[in-house]
């Protein structure tokens, strides 16, 4: 089972910031948090990842709540061509293989 | 970097044969691959993992003979959708370890069709 929820769907008007929520109350002390979006028929791309510190790079940012129970991905200024679907996952460390499991995703849709 | 190439994108094949499907990492080795299955407005699915020089993994529910993987080599994957039927009509998509700590590429996936 997945170990993180999302919601659903969410809107956001363009040029806005999106912020799109986590929950991984679940999460244990060496997972790490990753985020994916999905254009309509194609494969997921990577976003972002963070362990326990908040992250930034070009494309979003990625808070962590202090005791990681949740997370949010913050794209500053939304544009159309970021509607989505965004999933979170966390995944153990790289000593390892860790597969991941997909949830439901959050439908970002930017409008007009 | 870290480019995972599938192919085909679309194939559309007559119920009863078999589809093959290949899943590349073009820069890096990748000593394990995961193949995924997704159906329209859902989330991926995960069918199996892919290692290298032995035997896939499959997830709880998931007929291996129906879907066989082969992982010949540290570059190539391949999903073999054996007597296809209607039902098995799905978009597939394999992801590849990264040799970094970027997380899993993933290829573009693959529309099968069967008709």
């Known amino acids: 089972d997945a170990k993180t929820t999302q919601p659903p769907s969410m809107d956001c008007a363009e040029g806005r910031a999106a912020n799109l929520p986590c929950n991984h109350s679940?999460?244990?002390?060496?997972?790490?948090v990753y985020w994916y979006r999905q254009i309509h028929s194609q494969g997921p791309q990577y976003i972002i990842h963070?362990?326990?510190n908040n992250e930034t790079n070009e494309m979003a940012s990625l808070i962590i709540t202090e005791d990681r129970k949740s997370s949010t991905l913050i794209l500053p200024h939304a544009t159309l061509r970021d509607t989505a679907v965004y999933y979170c996952i966390v995944r153990g460390t790289t000593s390892g293989t860790y597969k991941y499991i997909f949830g439901t995703g959050t439908r970002l849709k930017v409008l007009a | 970097g870290a480019v995972v190439s599938q192919h085909p994108s679309r194939v559309i094949c007559k119920s009863g044969t078999s589809v093959k499907i290949e899943c590349r990492s073009l820069d890096f080795q990748a000593t394990t691959m995961f193949w995924y299955r997704q159906f329209p407005k859902k989330s991926l699915m995960l069918m199996a993992t892919?290692?290298?020089?032995?035997?896939?993994?499959?997830e709880q529910g998931v007929e291996k003979d129906k879907f066989l993987i082969n992982h010949a080599s540290l570059t190539l994957s391949t999903l073999t959708v054996t007597s296809a039927h209607p039902e098995d009509s799905s978009f597939y998509i394999c992801?590849?370890?990264?040799?970094?700590?970027?997380?899993?590429?993933f290829g573009s996936g693959t529309r099968l069709t069967v008709v």
């Open positions: 892919s290692n290298e020089g032995s035997k896939a993994t499959y």
């Open positions: 679940t999460i244990s002390g060496n997972e790490y």
């Open positions: 963070g362990l326990k």
């Open positions: 992801s590849a370890t990264r040799p970094t700590n970027y997380g899993y590429t």
